[in-house]
């Protein structure tokens, strides 16, 4: 099992001047750790590429900086599902400078973006056949392509496990992944061991954090179903603490968390990590 944290946990913006972070993660006993990339996040992928390796520590990234709204591969307007296209694969080729394992998200169109229908058959096949690009960028990278299910108050697209597993069926390609939310899937799941082993054969990660996007413990997550079934499907999986510092100004708020649940990412991490770690007490068999 690889335990890992996202940079919003200590930061609003990755830069070169952040790289001591992975110094940090390392200290805390971190496996891997996720970047957010986008638009308005500029640094060094080698500097960080060096420090990382150099700890012995995985990274991922996802799209959490600036991601322009007409770049979103459920667009009904093929333009914009070309131009998403081509968005992510720039983000899947820093990856692959970064020597990060996967980019991960919502990467089936773009949080925020409601349109309160179901894609149509068209809208559907065209963004299967986007995901299989990626997939095949990613693949030529050395990157998982990681899909995201998130609630319906953020997309429209992939709410649930199942919706997830089944867009995966349709684009059609082996480098493609599942990662699950536990925060999300508090309004989308009843059966979490259920929505876990739906995913077995795909399953990539967890973002591990709970129900008011605080420290995982306490809250409105099953963590007992979560842990029976990572451990009934003996997978290595990643899992990694997230939520947004909500020390830094208004950035915890620009992110719709207007309730001061991590005041301290370096607490946060160690409450965090030894929860998960208490309760995960039988090593687990990587799936390859």
């Known amino acids: 099992m690889k335990y890992g944290a996202h940079c919003y946990l200590f930061t609003d913006c990755w830069s070169d001047d952040q790289l001591g972070l992975l110094d940090a993660a390392k200290e805390l006993g971190l496996d891997c750790?996720?970047?957010a990339v986008g638009d308005d996040v500029q640094f060094s992928a080698w500097a960080t590429r060096q420090r990382a390796e150099a700890l012995g520590l995985e990274l991922t990234i996802s799209p959490g900086g600036q991601?322009?709204?007409?770049?979103?591969?459920?667009?009904?307007?093929?333009?914009?599902?070309?131009?998403?296209?081509?968005?992510?694969?720039k983000q899947i080729d820093l990856a692959g400078e970064l020597g990060a394992t996967a980019y991960t998200g919502a990467l089936y169109g773009h949080p925020g973006v409601l349109?309160?229908?179901?894609?149509?058959?068209?809208?559907?096949?065209?963004?299967?056949?986007?995901l299989h690009q990626l997939a095949e960028h990613?693949?030529?990278?050395?990157?998982?392509?990681?899909?995201?299910?998130?609630?319906?108050?953020?997309?429209?697209?992939?709410?649930?496990?199942?919706?997830?597993?089944r867009l995966i069926s349709a684009a059609d390609h082996s480098n493609l992944r599942v990662l699950l939310d536990?925060?999300?899937?508090?309004?989308e799941v009843r059966d979490y061991?259920?929505?876990?082993?739906?995913?077995r054969d795909k399953l990539w990660g967890v973002h591990a954090c709970e129900s008011d996007r605080g420290v995982p413990g306490g809250g409105l997550v099953p963590w007992t179903a979560?842990?029976?079934?990572?451990?009934?499907?003996?997978?290595?999986?990643?899992?990694?603490?997230?939520?947004?510092?909500?020390?830094l100004g208004d950035f915890a708020c620009r992110r719709g968390m207007l309730h001061n649940v991590c005041p301290d990412g370096y607490a946060f991490v160690?409450?965090?990590?030894?929860?998960?770690?208490?309760?995960l007490k039988r090593p687990c068999v990587s799936a390859g």
């Open 115 to 130: 349109h309160f229908r179901p894609l149509t058959t068209e809208e559907g096949g065209r963004l299967a056949d986007a």
């Open 33 to 35: 750790f996720e970047i």
């Open 226 to 247: 979560v842990f029976s079934a990572l451990e009934e499907m003996s997978f290595d999986a990643s899992l990694i603490l997230e939520s947004y510092n909500s020390a």
């Open 138 to 165: 990613g693949e030529r990278n050395g990157v998982k392509v990681v899909i995201e299910p998130m609630s319906h108050f953020r997309t429209h697209v992939v709410n649930t496990p199942e919706q997830a597993m």
């Open 67 to 89: 991601w322009p709204l007409d770049c979103d591969l459920s667009a009904g307007d093929p333009a914009i599902t070309a131009r998403g296209l081509a968005w992510h694969k």
């Open 193 to 199: 061991h259920l929505a876990f082993r739906t995913c």
């Open 270 to 279: 160690r409450q965090g990590l030894a929860f998960l770690q208490g309760r």
């Open 182 to 187: 536990t925060y999300h899937m508090v309004t």
